[in-house]
């Protein structure tokens, strides 16, 4: 059950109550309250890490000893591979629009875009590893978390960690404070003690240390940053303070439950026994169905190979005794020089590891065996039925339905999805679309008719000339009033505030190490500052607001979305925003086309002109400065959305070649959303004077009271109203 788990939270807008995930890890380790705060757990876990590695260092020893060093790596590559695959992904939820400005949020950010690799695609830690297999020759683990999670051969008990890991970070909203606490544990892990071992295998292991960041950290260690983000959690009371004690507390203990599955998994690969039952039984099906008139010991073989599904020991037993086998010595063993020769009976059955094992089993017999050890069965856990339960759950009625755009976009300043709030979601975008697919009919800025490559980068550029050009032949005299230039600004403020709000669906962890995703994670990165508040776009943003006079309160508070001075219209696109960038799955080709809308729409002309204007009356330019820079359309984000999209268009050539066309129309809609032109009723309507802000909702239709906000309680709360931070 818990594959079918970690495949459902593998899921960037899966949903979990989160009554559920504390039922879930709380039978699958109980934390222990830990005397000495993180400080002592942290000197807990270091000596565990090491007591632990000498063990696996130890195990290595007896695997060299015995022949089996191959077997041994192999083993502990492949059943460490499911949590290898979350690694970083317990931070992916956590940055939300309503805690964009942030400063710890910002650094749990700058942890995470280490643990992705920002930049470069591919480049995770989780990637790393699977490039480790790849190296081993275990080719077949390294694959999709969905496929990993099919592979018949890994225990099912190792899928459980890194579910839960992924389902918390689903809910980031209800576990911050405890996620902060699970960041810290791991980062006082550093290089777990099972992958340490490894570097005897020649392979680098340094990417898998969570405490060790790329060059361009500068000096502090991630666990350093880990710290300070929970000192400023632990200084929120004494409520949060436990909460982030017991993520870290619970992590230990889970991780102490998993290392002692992989040892026992280790241990087995290292034994020729427990490596001969194994074989045995995963032979042993397809074997009952042959050899009805071989008997040994008064008793067909298809009898014992039948019973041996269950228990392979008592045919290990029988084999031992059997003139198929020498004790000591394969080489003279009917088994290995006879039967599997080219011209035995049993040619081909096995393959070459097959056979290695074979050998050494019987090389390690001293002479018929009376019992043979065999592998452990899994202990039965509690868990597999309240995962049952917890799959089979109706939450279709959790969530909100806002009511209002005012209500939609503080509803929306959280990251979690309840299933009716996602209904809504879905809806206003769709309907967003549908009025865009309208426009795209008579738009004059419009993408390309047709994709093909090199073609959208051509056209990236004469856009570019054709903005300069106007910027160029704009009157430089022609100037908005004072007044206008501040109303603009602030009307603006709502979805300013959230700048890359759309994009923040890319931060979960696959898809933001992916070809098409990792430059919309670092585009992401950039808009929130990388790492630094000084740089964060919001806040320079809402010091341009302060210098014109303006104070809001923070974006998700309540009372943002009812200041009287922020127009209803004002909320549509962003609202559109966030309900888009919680849906990187669903609506993928129109995210790229929004993006690239985005990031081109201002540079070399009207980012130029705003200079302009704000010149004029002796306001700041910094916001439109650092976007006419980083948006530009060689090395910025509007080369990289260019990147994402061919990217994107390249994947569907090679995979669905069919609907290629159908994919392009898609991105090239997403581009037309992000100012489609009012159709005729709001037309009408604007003659008139009559607001059709409203009139872009979609309605429920079903009826539903949960009124609970999935929001993230802030860890640096910002300044109160007229206090500059």
Known sequence: MWRQFYRSVSNPESFLGDVSIRRLMGLAA?????????????????HWRDEQARAYRELASQAAELGNQREFAEALLAHSAPLASVLGCWLQGMSAPGVFEDSAQLKLMELLAHDVGVGRPLASRADHFKSLLVQSGLTAYAVSPFELSTLPDLPDELFELPALLQAVSRRSDAFGDTLCGIDYAWRAL??????????AQQLDVRRLDLNQLDETAGDSSALEISQWVCEQVASQGSLRRLQLEAGAQWLFAALKTFNERLLAHCRAAVSPERLMGKMIQRMARAGAVYHQDYKMEGRSLAQWLREAQVDPVPLLEMLSRSRLIVPGNAEKSLLVNTLVAPNGRMFRIFSEADLSVIRKWIDGLSGPIQRAEAAEAPAPTPCNAVVRQVLGESIAEQGQWPK????????LQGRALAPRTQAFAQAYVTRWLEQSRRSLQSSERTLPEAWNVGVLREWLLDKHDRHGQEFEESDPAA?????EIVDSTLQLAPLTLIDGAWLQGFTDLTLASSHVGYALFQTYWDELGNGSYALNHPKIYRDGLRQMGLELAPTGA????EDERLREASFRLPVYWLCLGKLPVTFMPEILGMNLAMELSGVGGSYRSARRFLRHYGFSTAFVDLHNTIDNVSTGHSAWAVDAIDAYMRQVAASKPAELAEHWQRVRVGYESLAPQPDRLTSWLQRLGIGSAGAVLPRSKTRGEDQALLHHEPIVPAAPLGVTA
């Not at 002592?40 to 876990?45: D, K, M, W």
């Not at 209002?404 to 509803?411: D, H």
């Not at 309540?558 to 979305?561: L, P």
Request: zero cysteines; glycine letters at 14%; aromatic letters at 12%.
């Open 404 to 411: 209002s755009l005012r209500e939609a976009y503080f509803v």
């Open 479 to 483: 100037m908005p009033l004072r007044e």
């Open 30 to 46: 109980p934390g222990e309250a830990g005397a000495g705060g993180l400080a002592g757990l942290r000197v807990q876990i270091e």
């Open 558 to 561: 309540r009372e943002f979305a």
């Open 190 to 199: 550093g290089l777990s003690p099972w992958w340490s071992v490894l570097d």
